[in-house]
């Protein structure tokens, strides 16, 4: 997409689209006709289903009892938001979040500043530590609860038990670190490869001039390292939050939802699923969804940045 | 990509600290290189004792401290394959292969067209529709999840692998959208026009010219497509129950399973992974570059 661009008129510039006269309306919906499928299946899949999901929050709706439904107004989400239960779900779903995001993309960064350097095996290492990251999440929740964290046969009091330290009951001890560790151990990877992608990407040219000039290791990661690596951490922070927040597997998985570690996503599941309790539950969803909307207005910002230049090289 | 992150270098030469000599840094680079492997085993042994479990019988498994030693054996997998009686896993793989591949290849039908309409011919805004599509990835799965149960219910949809197939489809299709949108981006404009002067209808411009610089990308954002929907379990969990059930719904029943059975739940957790594993290992560059939505190249 570089100034090759200098056949005629009719070419469509890849950056701003050709003014068409208004007789050739025809010809406009022919370039937008390969678009409409997909939009309109995307609208009627997932718009459509968050509308319901909106209007039935309005109502005080218990599935067993459906002649009992009637309008309550934001009747829901007073309860929502006064329920203990419910508001701990919260905070919880923020603790998880945010744990997880920040420790994965600190051990992602130290990882990956590791790899960016020559040594003997570096590809056998680097698929190595993207394992974890392919493990079906269910699996790797099972791996955890049962085969690492069980206190009586679990691998981790089994190294513990060589070196005589205690047998700790991890699950019933720290259950949301329980679940927080796991997590790390999956995203880890993910962060490590994107920040990975940006080490590789940077200026060697100047690095080496810094290098001669006399910088230490540490000013040239301070002030070329880290600036540089800075809209990637972004968009591991993004992307990773997005998932993480909807953290369904591992919580349903390690803990089912006990021991004050059930997030929205699984209260969600749980009120609609198990307590019927469609107002409830979809008040409580609309609310993840205002949540989610704080991470995207932060997010899209950042993918817009990330966007406008790959426009501006287009 | 770093036109605006970037320090003049002159900030960094100010610095009093000299650079290491030469032998010092390729020795500390030794160093590191071992920290590495260290931490790649580390990150890697769950999976490997995982690997390990699942081939020993279930006494071996559920001893502490655990055996390194003990023989092998196949009973884990013998187990869960159904040889002990217990469900067989056939019907939820098979059902997990049809959901994954049949929504990547809904995906691919629908994504190929918008993103050829959103690069190659762009409509005008075509930012915008680009961002609608992004977005809707940014509404969680729960805020749906009520009235597609209710519609799966009234219309007889629950149990049937057909509803999956369409809410993975609707779950990839964004992805897959900006993915292939960042891949096409990539054919030259100028290379189309001069086959079309050439008097190359569009379907031969798509098959010679775009096709093969397009390729390694389609396959990329299909292998991902894929893996999600491989993966998925909540909407699984609670729209499928009997006949349509998929791998990790099947995984669920594990949960609570006891010490007993300690050997088959690595191998089921082992065997429904595989696909994802190879796969991902086949594709890593690629894997990475289709999760951050092709922001890194």
């Given at each position: 997409?570089?100034a090759t661009?200098t ?11 050709t ?6 309306r ?7 006709a ?21 209007v ?19 009747g829901?989400y ?19 979040t945010?744990?997880v995001v ?17 040594f ?8 190595l530590l ?9 699996a ?8 690492l964290?069980n ?6 009091n ?7 330290g205690p ?22 990877p993910?962060?490590?490869?994107i920040l990975?992608?940006?080490l ?7 690095i080496e001039a ?11 990661f301070?002030h070329?390292?880290?600036p ?9 922070a993004?992307l ?5 927040v ?12 006990g ?13 609609f ?12 969803g609309?609310?993840v969804v205002?949540g989610?909307i704080?991470?995207a207005t ?7 940045s ?9 | 990509?770093s036109?605006?992150?970037v ?7 100010t610095?009093?600290?000299g ?8 020795k500390a680079?030794a160093?590191l ?5 260290l ?11 995982m ?13 502490n401290p655990?055996?390194f030693a ?6 884990g ?8 009686g ?21 995906v ?13 011919r762009p ?16 509404l969680?799965?729960?805020a749906g999840l ?10 007889d949809?629950?149990?049937?692998i057909?509803?999956l197939?369409?809410?993975?489809t ?6 897959a959208?900006?993915m ?13 026009e ?15 010219v775009?096709?093969p ?5 389609i396959?990329?954002?299909?292998l ?22 998929t791998?990790?719904?099947?995984l ?5 399973s006891?010490?007993?059975f ?25 894997l990475?570059?289709?999760?951050s ?5």
């Amino acid at each position: 997409m570089t100034a090759t661009t200098t056949a005629p008129s009719a070419a469509p510039d890849h950056t701003r689209p050709t003014v068409r006269p208004p007789s050739s309306r025809l010809k406009g919906w022919a370039t937008r006709a390969p678009l409409l499928p997909a939009l309109i299946f995307m609208i009627v899949v997932t718009q459509l289903p968050f509308v319901a999901t909106l209007v039935i929050s309005f109502f005080d709706w218990n599935a067993l009892y459906p002649d009992a439904r009637h309008f309550t107004g934001f009747g829901n989400y007073g309860d929502v938001l006064s329920d203990p239960a419910l508001r701990k779900s919260v905070w919880t779903t923020i603790l998880l979040t945010v744990g997880v995001v920040l420790a994965s993309l600190v051990l992602g960064l130290a990882l990956a500043l590791l790899l960016d350097r020559r040594f003997k095996g570096r590809g056998v290492v680097r698929t190595l530590l993207i394992a974890p990251f392919l493990v079906v999440p269910v699996a790797a929740a099972l791996l955890w609860k049962h085969v690492l964290y069980n206190p009586e046969y679990g691998l981790l009091n089994g190294l513990l038990h060589y070196v005589g330290g205690p047998q700790p009951d991890w699950i019933s001890n720290t259950p949301l670190l329980a679940v927080e560790a796991s997590l790390v151990w999956q995203w880890t990877p993910f962060m490590m490869l994107i920040l990975l992608a940006g080490l590789q990407s940077r200026d060697q040219q100047q690095i080496e001039a810094a290098r001669v000039d006399g910088a230490s290791d540490w000013q040239i990661f301070v002030h070329l390292t880290l600036p540089h690596l800075r809209r990637y951490l972004e968009l591991g922070a993004l992307l990773g939050s997005i998932y993480i927040v909807q953290n369904f597997d591992a919580v349903f998985t390690i803990t089912s939802g006990g021991l004050g570690t059930a997030n929205l996503p699984y209260t969600v599941y749980q009120s609609f699923y198990q307590a019927h309790e469609n107002g409830l539950a979809s008040a409580a969803g609309v609310l993840v969804v205002i949540g989610s909307i704080i991470i995207a207005t932060f997010a899209l910002r950042v993918v817009s940045s990330l966007f406008r230049e790959e426009v501006g090289r287009a | 990509m770093s036109a605006t992150a970037v320090r003049p270098a002159t900030t960094a030469t100010t610095g009093t600290t000299g650079a290491k000599p030469a032998r010092a840094r390729r020795k500390a680079g030794a160093g590191l290189g071992l920290v590495a492997w260290l931490a790649g085993i580390v990150f890697f042994l769950p999976i490997a004792w995982m690997a390990l479990t699942s081939f020993h019988s279930e006494e071996d498994a559920a001893t502490n401290p655990p055996s390194f030693a003990a023989s092998l054996t196949l009973d884990g997998y013998r187990e869960f394959f159904g040889a002990g009686g217990g469900a067989s896993p056939w019907p939820a793989l098979i059902n997990s292969a049809v959901a994954s591949i049949a929504s990547t290849l809904f995906v691919l039908v629908l994504a190929l067209p918008a993103a050829y309409a959103l690069s190659i011919r762009p409509v005008k805004k075509w930012t915008d529709v680009l961002f609608f599509f992004l977005s809707t990835k940014m509404l969680p799965v729960v805020a749906g999840l009520l009235p597609i149960y209710l519609f799966a219910k009234n219309t007889d949809m629950l149990d049937n692998i057909w509803l999956l197939v369409l809410l993975y489809t609707s779950m990839n299709l964004p992805i897959a959208v900006w993915m292939m949108q960042s891949f096409l981006a990539e054919v030259p404009v100028a290379i189309i026009e001069a086959a079309r002067v050439d008097g190359a209808r569009l379907p031969t411009i798509l098959a010679r010219v775009v096709a093969p610089i397009a390729l390694p990308g389609i396959a990329a954002t299909s292998l991902i497509c894929f893996i999600f929907s491989w993966n998925e379990l909540l909407f699984a969990r609670v729209l499928t129950g009997v006949v349509a059930e998929t791998a990790p719904v099947f995984l669920t029943g594990f949960i609570t399973s006891q010490g007993l059975f300690l050997a088959k739940v690595c191998a089921a957790s082992l065997v429904i992974s595989l696909p994802v594993l190879a796969a991902g290992f086949a594709a890593q560059d690629k894997l990475v570059q289709g999760l951050s939505l092709g922001a890194v190249k």
